[in-house]
């Protein structure tokens, strides 16, 4: 706090009062006795020019003159003796006259000339300061003739004034203290009030650094304070707003980044893959249509074998080619996805009947559980494909026992379709893949029966088209594919 408003306020006016007490206490102790004095020579003065002013008109003698004087003697401290010209006493301000004329003549014709000082001197009158030897007291002497010839000795004391000053610092130290320490507790309690605000505006900033936005100014009026706090507040607000939009918006960049680097790692995946995919299918024709350009084997059988293979490896390209724009359209939304309702176990069986022949050449067992009819809402072609693939693979997968049982399972809104083969599971770590376009768990496998690893990527992009799901368990005996369709239009 040693840079604090509060503290500096409050140093500030403490050292102004201050340093106006000590102005004070210095005039005062240097300048009151001299205008003392200055003040008590006018008032002689006046005295006098009153004194004769009436002594020319012959008023002297009145008895309300001599009121007046009396009083205004009295009120001005002032002792006064007129004396006449024959040397008899006309006026005198107090009883013991003898005493006061001897006075007067020690002031005036027995004064050390180092303890006095003329301080006003004119044809009709003289004015001293001088010391009472005796009495130890400085005194103000007005000494002279008036104009009927009367002479007039006036003196007041000046010696009360120093003590008077004394006093007067001493009070002055006394309330200058007093004052201080006031003033002091005033101005702190003032600033204080003054400075709480401006330290929450500070509290609400040093939060807002912070991206803290809480925090808001409570107003208590409507100085230029409470104006600041409620502009902070307006713009605690707009900035919140703005830094909110900004996280938005660089949230929605990463996000857009991150799509464009993952687009980017498919592109050149895709690439590799069918490029891969087509590289042995693409040698393979090469090969063999070279040797029969090159008559390697003339007879009839090897000549057929040649064509077999090339027509075979042509027809797998063909598929592949297929397979990957059925996927573009499905994956771009291009492909149109017609819904309507027909019966599920029909088409199974109509599947079922289809793959008959390949699943008699390797051997392989199938059962189909379920309770017809089960009429569902999709469409009726695509979802003919993605049973066509799951029993595909279950086909060439089968091992063991070689079985694969179909199950239709009804829900309450939806059917659930479930291929069972029997064989090896899948491992953990690559059913997450599975659905990823040219992922083979077994390539080896793969390859001999054909496949390309898109199957199950087509399954995927139907199923997301329908809005449906589709999934893969691993069982104690073999693996379960599954996926589910609409029961009801809505």
């Not at 009436?54 to 002792?79: H, P, W, Y």
């Not at 104009?147 to 003196?155: A, D, F, T, V």
């Not at 793959?355 to 309770?371: D, K, M, P, S, V």
Request: hydrophobic fraction near 40%.
């Amino acid at each position: 706090m040693r840079h604090s408003i509060t503290g500096k306020i409050t140093v500030i006016m403490i050292s102004i009062v201050a340093g106006t007490v000590l102005l004070c206490w210095f005039i005062n102790n240097t300048l009151l006795e001299s205008y003392y004095v200055e003040h008590k020579q006018g008032t002689l003065l006046d005295i006098f020019e009153m004194v004769d002013k009436q002594s020319q008109e012959g008023k002297t003698g009145r008895e309300d003159f001599l009121i007046r004087l009396d009083r205004q003697c009295a009120n001005s401290n002032v002792t006064m003796m007129i004396i006449r010209s024959d040397r008899t006493l006309m006026y005198s301000t107090v009883g013991d006259n003898e005493q006061l004329l001897l006075q007067f003549l020690n002031l005036v014709f027995c004064k050390d000339d180092e303890d006095t000082q003329i301080l006003k001197n004119t044809s009709q009158y003289m004015v001293e300061k001088t010391r009472d030897s005796r009495l130890e007291s400085d005194y103000l002497v007005l000494w002279g003739n008036l104009q009927n010839g009367n002479m007039i000795l006036m003196r007041t004391a000046v010696e009360s004034i120093k003590e008077s000053v004394g006093i007067a610092n001493r009070f002055l130290a006394y309330v200058g203290v007093t004052a201080v320490i006031m003033c002091a507790v005033i101005i702190y309690v003032v600033t204080r009030r003054i400075t709480n605000p401006i330290l929450q505006l500070v509290d609400i900033s040093r939060r807002m650094t912070n991206l803290d936005f809480e925090a808001k100014f409570e107003s208590r009026g409507h100085n230029e304070v409470d104006l600041l706090g409620e502009h902070m507040n307006q713009m605690s607000q707009t900035l919140e707003k703005t830094i909110s939009e900004l996280k938005s918006a660089n949230n929605e960049l990463k996000i857009d980044i991150e799509r464009k680097t993952e687009i980017d790692e498919m592109r050149k995946e895709f690439i590799s893959n069918v490029s891969h995919e087509l590289k042995t299918p693409i040698a393979l024709v090469q090969g063999y249509a070279e040797g029969l350009k090159e008559c390697i084997n003339d007879d009839a059988a090897s000549r057929e074998f040649y064509c077999e293979v090339i027509m075979d490896e042509a027809d797998k390209m063909n598929k592949l080619v297929k397979n990957l724009l059925t996927l573009n359209q499905l994956e771009s939304g291009s492909e149109q996805v017609v819904f309507e309702r027909f019966e599920l176990m029909e088409l199974i069986l109509g599947v079922v009947n289809a793959t008959a022949i390949l699943r008699e050449q390797n051997g392989i067992n199938l059962e189909i559980h379920g309770q017809g009819p089960e009429y569902v809402w999709a469409d009726e072609f695509k979802t003919e494909q993605v049973l066509m693939n799951y029993i595909s693979n279950a086909i060439h997968y089968a091992a063991g026992e070689k079985k694969i049982v179909v199950s239709v399972i009804p829900g309450e809104d939806t059917v659930r379709v479930e291929v069972f083969n029997t064989g090896n599971s899948i491992p953990d770590g690559e059913l997450a893949h599975i659905w990823e376009k040219f992922y083979k768990v077994d390539k080896a496998r793969t390859r001999e029966y054909g496949g390309n690893g898109i199957g199950l990527s087509i399954v995927k992009a139907i199923m997301d088209s329908f809005h449906r799901e589709c999934g893969v368990n691993n069982e104690e005996d073999g693996v379960t594919f599954w996926f589910e369709l609409d029961s009801k239009s809505q």
